[in-house]
């Protein structure tokens, strides 16, 4: 007896596959082409198309739209910057901006749009700082400069040419000569930091010392700068405590320095000028704390 045995499982799949095949071919065709081809049912397989391409189509009119409205944004902002530079050209002024945020509501980064519209450049009159402090440092160098190029710097003051010691008779100056001391700091120097002990009070004879307030690692509080004539670390010369911030030369510097320990050793013998001395501190305290309450107010307002 003869037995065939045969693999329908096989047969099966072989089937399938063929199927499959042919399936596949009429979507091709129907996909590939316009027309009918089979039946009505390749009319739903175009309209399925056709609303696709609808749809991409009205996309890309919708992001044509909306470049041709940035376009013409970024040219009002242009127009924008040009009168602005004009007037500040017109006014020989400047645009000073500060504590700017990082990036835009839409997103992009503050710096990148200020360049790309040309905002902030070498030659262009506005200028742009991370913090408050850095903007007033910088206008109150350019202002400090102005009055370099007007007045000029000329020699070093004399202690007779200090309102606080002038009209003092000869033999009150030749003693404090005397006591008194004669410094020289170089540009960057510092002359004492937050926490130091010392009891002096320093005259500038000429050049610049900018004071500042650590107030972390990265940060700063620029309290003041110093020119020709002025003095500073009076506070120590009066309480005798730790210094309240850092002093450094910004310019080369020379300076007179004056220790309250010889003071008072002087004063036993010139009374009077100790108590000019003391009302001419008085009143450039009175004057500073002014300022400083000015400050305040500003910052809580």
């Not at 991370?130 to 009055?147: H, M």
């Not at 080369?252 to 036993?268: A, Q």
């Amino acid at each position: 007896m003869l037995t065939i045995q045969t693999d329908v499982n096989s047969l099966n799949i072989q089937n399938n596959l063929g199927v499959n095949n042919a399936n596949m071919q009429t979507a091709v065709q129907r996909l590939s082409s316009g027309f009918r081809i089979n039946s009505a049912a390749d009319d739903s397989a175009g309209y399925a198309i056709a609303a696709n391409l609808s749809l991409a189509n009205s996309g890309l009119q919708a992001g044509s739209n909306n470049a041709m409205q940035a376009s013409a944004m970024l040219n009002i902002a242009n127009s924008g910057v040009n009168q602005i530079k004009d007037m500040l050209a017109e006014h020989k002024g400047y645009l000073i901006l500060s504590q700017l945020p990082k990036n835009l509501p839409s997103g992009q980064d503050m710096q990148q749009y200020f360049d790309q519209i040309g905002l902030v450049r070498k030659e262009s009159p506005v200028r742009m700082f991370g913090e408050l402090d850095e903007a007033l440092e910088w206008v109150e160098d350019r202002i400090l400069a102005a009055e370099f190029c007007e007045v000029g710097e000329g020699k070093p003051l004399e202690l007779g040419d200090y309102e606080l010691f002038q009209g003092r008779k000869p033999d009150t100056m030749a003693a404090l000569e005397q006591i008194i001391e004669k410094r020289s700091c170089k540009a960057g120097e510092k002359i004492f930091s937050l926490g130091d002990h010392g009891d002096e009070i320093y005259f500038i004879r000429s050049g610049e010392v900018r004071i500042v307030l650590p107030i972390s690692e990265t940060q700063r509080h620029h309290l003041g700068t110093f020119g020709r004539g002025a003095f500073f670390g009076e506070m120590a010369f009066l309480d005798g405590k730790a210094r309240s911030a850092d002093a450094q030369a910004f310019t080369d510097t020379e300076l007179y320095v004056l220790s309250r320990k010889d003071f008072n050793l002087m004063v036993e013998q010139h009374k009077k000028l100790g108590l000019v001395f003391m009302e001419g501190l008085a009143s450039v305290l009175a004057t500073r704390l002014r300022y400083t309450n000015g400050e305040l107010r500003a910052l809580e307002a």
